[in-house]
């Protein structure tokens, strides 16, 4: 008997990521293909003394159904990362991957014309699909997106939002410049496009300064993501959305159809954490530990590979995106890797088309600096093997 999926799922592309942290976890395998934080810096402390407090001060209420947009006390917190933002244009939601989730099925209509950046997140990617958007690929450089492409892209296509990860972007670690984000902002308002503005990795910053965000630049055109997924912990499921009322109360009735609510005693945990400045405290410890393990994978990168391979050192984040110029196919590359016993993710997989690439992503945020430097010599015996 066939079973009657959905076109959705039937079309759908088991996620090659998946495949590769299926394979990679079950071996002696030193990876860099993952996007996960170290969890040996998981603030255990902290979450334990703030969820023994609440089971002091708190009844039972706490474990109740509540309203969908999220604790009050959380969301006042949050809004004090943007400019002039009340706690009515801030909802919670299961990690940002949900924010991206509702924002699909709240905008988007079969076929809908949307933009992403080329190469772009995986996952949003593949969310895209299932909700049968019409994909239009921007090019994306070191210093932001080709403005010329997207301008003819929203003079064409009157697309519903463009889907952008302005800083320490994955896959590439790439990051606008400020000059880039005006320009995007004045073909925003010309041509009236939604900015969906992605941000997990902003507070991870190694280097330079913080530019402004699209959600302050042009907060009534833009629908902000942020999540505690990199600063706090994945299995909080704790992100977030900023953007005008309007949209704030129709996102709010998506998720109430979806799954009612967030957790609320993970909420105000996360809350306190912010109120007392100890989650601030620890994404500076959280700094201070990512730094020298990208330094070490730049310095190795570059030792080992010299000119034979091309990248832009990521001033924050989780990823270096690396151009193997000797090797057309990157996805050649890792078949021969793995067997040297290293992992990374092939570039192709980024791209809207798929089309095959030099480049891969590495991720330097979930290895020890002994892993990163033995990993990028396997790299290295691979790549000359080809
Ligand atoms: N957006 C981007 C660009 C990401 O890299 C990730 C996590 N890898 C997410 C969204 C989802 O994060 P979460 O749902 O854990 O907040």
Not at 145 to 172: A, G, H, M
Not at 203 to 225: N, W
Not at 308 to 331: L, Y
Request: glycine content about 4%; proline content about 4%.
């Amino acid at each position: 008997m066939q079973t009657k999926f959905a076109k959705r799922v039937t079309t759908a592309s088991r996620s090659f990521t998946r495949t590769i942290l299926d394979l990679t976890a079950q071996s002696s395998i030193i990876s860099f293909a993952g996007g996960l934080p170290d969890a040996a810096l998981f603030p255990r402390e902290n979450i334990e003394k703030h969820a023994k407090e609440l089971f002091k001060t708190e009844d039972n209420r706490l474990f109740q159904y509540s309203n969908a947009s999220g604790v009050e006390a959380l969301k006042v917190e949050i809004a004090k990362k943007y400019v002039n933002t009340p706690s009515t244009q801030i909802m919670l939601t299961n990690g940002s991957q949900q924010g991206l989730d509702l924002v699909c099925k709240t905008f988007l209509d079969e076929k809908d014309c949307i933009i992403v950046e080329d190469p772009s997140y995986l996952a949003a990617l593949g969310l895209f699909h299932m909700y049968n958007a019409t994909i239009k690929a921007v090019p994306l450089s070191s210093k932001g997106v080709d403005t010329d492409v997207l301008e003819v892209l929203f003079r064409d296509y009157s697309p519903k939002f463009f889907y952008t990860i302005p800083i320490f972007q994955n896959p590439t670690g790439y990051s606008y410049t400020l000059e880039n984000r005006h320009e995007v902002v004045r073909l925003a308002q010309k041509y009236n496009v939604i900015l969906l503005e992605d941000s997990p990795y902003e507070a991870l910053r190694y280097d330079g300064v913080q530019t402004k965000a699209f959600a302050d630049l042009l907060p009534e055109l833009t629908i902000a993501l942020g999540t505690f997924s990199k600063t706090l912990a994945p299995d909080f499921r704790i992100g977030w959305m900023k953007a005008p009322q309007e949209i704030i109360s129709a996102l709010t009735l998506s998720k109430e159809s979806t799954d009612l609510q967030n957790s609320k005693f993970f909420q105000h945990i996360c809350a306190k954490m912010m109120q007392s400045g100890e989650l601030q405290e620890h994404t500076k410890t959280l700094i201070a530990y990512y730094r020298p393990k990208r330094d070490a994978m730049v310095n190795a990168l570059h030792e080992l590979f010299g000119d034979s391979i091309e990248f832009v050192v990521p001033e924050g984040g989780m990823f270096i995106w690396v151009n193997f110029k000797k090797c057309a196919d990157s996805m050649k590359l890792f078949d021969v890797a793995i067997k040297k016993g290293v992992a990374f993710v092939p570039g192709s997989v980024f791209f809207a088309d798929k089309r095959v690439t030099s480049y891969g992503r590495l991720n330097y945020t979930n290895s020890s600096l002994e892993q990163i430097e033995t990993g990028v010599k396997k790299l290295y015996e691979a790549y000359n093997k080809l």
